[in-house]
C-alpha cells in the first residue's frame, strides 16, 4: 500500500489531469466562454471556480479511495462519466451536450459516486 504522501499525490495528479482535460474540451473543442461578458467580476470568479473545483474533485476522491480503501467503482464510474463526456460529441452522440450538464450538477454526480464507493465498502466488509 503506498504511503499517504503517495495516495494522496496521485489524487492530486488524477484531480488535475481531470480538471484539465474536462476544461480543455469545453473551452477549446465545444467553444465554451464562461458565464458571459455582462456579468460582474465576483460572478466570473465564482463560476470558474465552480467549474474548476468540481471536475479536480471528481477525479481526485475516487482515486483517493481507490488506494485508500481499494474501492474500484468510484475511479470507473469517473472515467466513465468524464469519458462520455468526450464521447458524447462523436457522431451519433446525445443531442443535449453531457459536458455542460456534468459541469453544472457535479455535486450529484459525486454524492452518486460518493454512495456506490460506501455500498461497495459495505460488501467488501461484510
Known amino acids: 500500500m503506498p504511503s499517504l504522501n503517495s495516495r494522496l499525490t496521485f489524487a492530486v495528479a ?23 461578458p455582462q456579468t460582474t467580476i465576483a460572478t466570473q470568479i465564482g463560476a470558474w471556480s465552480y467549474w474548476i473545483i468540481g471536475p479536480f474533485l471528481l477525479g481526485a476522491i475516487p ?11 468510484a475511479p470507473l464510474l469517473t472515467i466513465l462519466l468524464s469519458g462520455y463526456c468526450f464521447a458524447d460529441r462523436l457522431p451519433g452522440g446525445s443531442m443535449e451536450d453531457f459536458t455542460a450538464f456534468y459541469f453544472g450538477v457535479w455535486p ?19
Not at 476544461?23 to 473543442?29: D, F, G, P
Not at 450529484?108 to 461484510?126: H, N, Q, S
Open 63 to 73: 482515486i483517493y479511495l481507490y488506494f485508500e480503501y481499494h474501492l474500484v467503482t
Open 108 to 126: 450529484f454526480f459525486l454524492a452518486v459516486i460518493g454512495v456506490i464507493a460506501a455500498a461497495e465498502y459495505y460488501v467488501r466488509m461484510r
Open 14 to 36: 488524477g484531480g488535475v489531469l481531470n480538471t484539465v482535460l474536462l476544461n480543455w474540451w469545453l473551452i477549446s473543442i465545444l467553444g465554451g466562454s464562461g458565464p458571459g
